[in-house]
């Protein structure tokens, strides 16, 4: 399984984004999805869940209302849409997912900076 994440850049505060993930390989051992960031100097921060069916859906306080996850598994495309951008989401975004076969696969991460 490989992830490929797009969709990032450079935007002014109060901006939106979506971010995109493509999963490549089988998929059929995933149950979840995830979106991580990480700041610099900063943990990488787990920050929403998606199970496969879309029947879970769990956002850091950090993002909740302003963020929302979603996968077209038709697609095997996991989506990050981002509104209300703050200069504290600044930061590396990776897609992650849990793969009962081979546990977990990490995109590449995409840079996403905001501005004030």
């Known amino acids: 399984v490989q992830l490929v994440e797009s969709g990032g850049g450079l935007v002014q505060a109060g901006a939106s984004l979506r971010l995109s993930c493509a999963v490549f390989?089988?998929?059929?051992?995933?149950?979840?999805m995830n979106w991580y960031r990480q700041a610099p100097g900063k943990q990488r921060e787990l920050f929403a869940t998606?199970?496969?069916?879309?029947?879970?859906?769990n956002y850091a306080d950090s993002v909740k209302g302003r963020f929302t996850i979603s996968r077209d598994n038709a697609k095997d495309t996991l989506y990050l849409q981002m509104n209300n951008l703050i200069p504290e989401d600044t930061a590396v975004y990776y897609c992650?997912?849990?793969?009962?076969?081979?546990?977990?696969?990490w995109g590449q991460g995409t840079q996403v900076t905001v501005s004030s």
């Open positions: 992650n997912a849990q793969d009962l076969r081979v546990g977990n696969v």
């Open positions: 390989g089988s998929t059929i051992s995933i149950n979840a």
């Open positions: 998606i199970t496969n069916t879309g029947g879970y859906i």
